[in-house]
T-cell receptor
C-alpha cells in the first residue's frame, strides 16, 4: 500500500505571497491532519479534515486554511506569507481520526519564506 | 488533554535494550497512551499504543504502570536506525479535541552509539 505523499517536497517563497501544499492520504483513509514543525515550537497541529469537513482546528491565524476533496486528498493554503511561516509542513492520514487510531505521516513539505 | 513528561535525551549502545520513560500523572481513564518517533529528516512514525495492559509489537514493547501514571517504551535491542526523537502522547477517547490530533511535546532524543 502506498504511503502518504506530499507535494511539493521543497518550496521557496517571498513574504506576502501565498502557497498551496498538497497531501494524498493512504488509500481508504478518510482523516487528514496537518502539522507545522519548527525548531522553536516543535510539532503543532493546524487542522484536521474528515469527509470534506473540518472537524478540528489548532491555534493558527486565519491565513492558514485547508480543504479536503471527495477522494480524501487534502490541500492547505497559507496566504500573505510571513518569515515565521518557514517550517516543515507535515500531513498525516488515518482511517477515522479517532483517539485509538494510528496516524501515518508523509515526508513533509519544507517551506522557506524569504 | 493530560500532559506527559519525558527526559530531554537518553543514550544507548547498539544491541542493548533501551527503556524510555514517560510520566503522565494526570492521565484519565479514557486516555490512550501512544508513542511515535521521528527519525532525522522524516515525518513521525507510529511505534505502539495501549490503554491499560502491556503491549508488544515487532518494533517495541509498552509497559504501563498499574496506576497508569507512567509508562515505559522498551526497545529490546537498539540499532543505529533507532536514533530518533521519541514522543509519548495521550489521546482521550471521549474528547473531540483529539479528533485527528496528536499533542506532541518535546520528546526524548535517543542517541545510539555503535
Amino acid at each position: 500500500k502506498a504511503g502518504v505523499t506530499q507535494t511539493p517536497r521543497y518550496l521557496i517563497k517571498t513574504r506576502g505571497q501565498q502557497v498551496t501544499l498538497s497531501c494524498s492520504p493512504i488509500s481508504g483513509h478518510r482523516s487528514v491532519s496537518w502539522y507545522q514543525q519548527t525548531p522553536g515550537q516543535g510539532l503543532q497541529f493546524l487542522f484536521e479534515y474528515f469527509s470534506e469537513t473540518q472537524r478540528n482546528k489548532g491555534n493558527f491565524p486565519g491565513r492558514f486554511s485547508g480543504r479536503q476533496f471527495s477522494n480524501s486528498r487534502s490541500e492547505m493554503n497559507v496566504s500573505t506569507l510571513e518569515l515565521g511561516d518557514s517550517a516543515l509542513y507535515l500531513c498525516a492520514s488515518s482511517l477515522t481520526g479517532t483517539s485509538g487510531d494510528t496516524q501515518y505521516f508523509g515526508p513533509g513539505t519544507r517551506l522557506t519564506v524569504l | 488533554d493530560a500532559k506527559t513528561t519525558q527526559p530531554n535525551s537518553m543514550e544507548s549502545n547498539e544491541e542493548e535494550p533501551v527503556h524510555l520513560p514517560c510520566n503522565h500523572s494526570t492521565i484519565s481513564g479514557t486516555d490512550y497512551i501512544h508513542w511515535y518517533r521521528q527519525l532525522p529528516s522524516q515525518g513521525p512514525e507510529y511505534v505502539i499504543h495501549g490503554l491499560t495492559s502491556n503491549v508488544n509489537n515487532r518494533m517495541a514493547s509498552l509497559a504501563i504502570a498499574e496506576d497508569r501514571k507512567s509508562s515505559t517504551l522498551i526497545l529490546h535491542r537498539a540499532t543505529l536506525r533507532d536514533a530518533a526523537v521519541y514522543y509519548c502522547i495521550l489521546r482521550d477517547m471521549e474528547s473531540r479535541s483529539t479528533l485527528g490530533r496528536l499533542y506532541f511535546g518535546r520528546g526524548t532524543q535517543l542517541t545510539v552509539w555503535p
